[in-house]
């Protein structure tokens, strides 16, 4: 079982950037796909981005593609989501999923992080 926490959101203004992080528990990082899932109030959780275990591979939603990068740092148990070009419509709680299958790249991995809060104001 792996625990992950994220950290890094925060307060931006349309436009500007953020970048998340997720450091997971354990000595077995290498072995879990990794990815970004959001959920905005009132709408249903959604797939942003995934990362395959050993970064080779990296999949986004067609919403961010060109203004997100998904990145993993194997040695420090740590995947970012560096988001640029912020808009409002990316307001959300943003949520680290993780699982040793590429069910991440659904946004169904087995393990999830608390959640950090994302804020774009106009």
């Known amino acids: 079982q792996v625990q992950l926490v994220e950290s890094g959101g925060g307060l931006v203004q349309a436009g500007g950037s953020l970048r998340l992080s997720c450091v997971a528990s354990?000595?077995?990082?290498?072995?879990?796909?990794m990815g970004w899932c959001r959920q905005a109030p009132g709408k249903e959780r959604e797939f942003v981005a995934a990362?395959?275990?050993?970064?080779?591979?990296?999949f986004y939603a067609d919403s961010v593609k060109g203004r997100f990068t998904i990145s993993r740092d194997n040695a420090k148990n740590t995947v970012y989501l560096q988001m640029n070009s912020l808009k409002p419509e990316d307001t959300a709680v943003y949520y680290c999923?993780?699982?040793?299958?590429?069910?991440?790249?659904?946004?169904?991995?087995?393990?999830w992080g608390q959640g950090t809060q994302v804020t774009v104001s106009t």
């Open positions: 354990g000595r077995t990082f290498s072995t879990y796909v």
């Open positions: 999923n993780a699982d040793r299958t590429l069910t991440v790249v659904a946004g169904r991995g087995a393990y």
């Open positions: 990362i395959s275990w050993s970064g080779g591979s990296t």
